[in-house]
């Protein structure tokens, strides 16, 4: 197993320093009541995962992002394989959008902290072997 690193934290909830501690409270995106709640520090290693008050504003480029990047391989996918159906692009693209917003809120906050966050190197004995 590679030492932890900034992909895996933002895609398995993990805390960017040390990929151990969860970010978010619960493991789902979908549990409404607390898919938003996040750790102000790491359970695990301590890590302020809240830096600053208004930190996340930020988060808002990348969540965009995410939805433009979405939305332009959706479209391409259309275009490319399913061109007889380019209307339900536009049926479904609004839904999926809605549907997705939960996971993109939690992707983009975990990756902006992970931009700003360098993940601790692990030192396991049998690493530093060879
Ligand atoms: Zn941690």
New binding site residues.
């Given amino acids: 197993m590679a030492a932890p690193n900034r992909l895996y934290s933002v895609l398995f909830n993990k ?1 960017p ?2 990929g ?2 969860d970010f978010f409270i619960t493991k789902s995106a979908y549990n409404l009541r607390n898919f938003d709640k996040m750790h102000k520090h ?1 359970p ?4 302020n995962l809240v830096p600053e008050p208004g930190f996340y504003q930020g988060a808002l480029y990348m969540s965009y992002s995410f939805y433009v990047a979405f939305m332009v391989i959706y479209f391409l996918i259309f275009v490319n394989f399913f061109e007889k159906y380019i209307d339900y692009f536009l049926i479904s693209i609004i839904p999926i959008l809605i549907i997705l917003t939960p996971l993109f809120y939690r992707l983009a906050r975990r990756s902006w902290l992970a931009l700003f966050i360098k993940p601790l190197e692990e030192k396991h004995p049998e690493n530093s072997a060879h």
């Fill in positions: 805390c320093r040390c151990v501690g790491c695990h290693c301590g890590e």
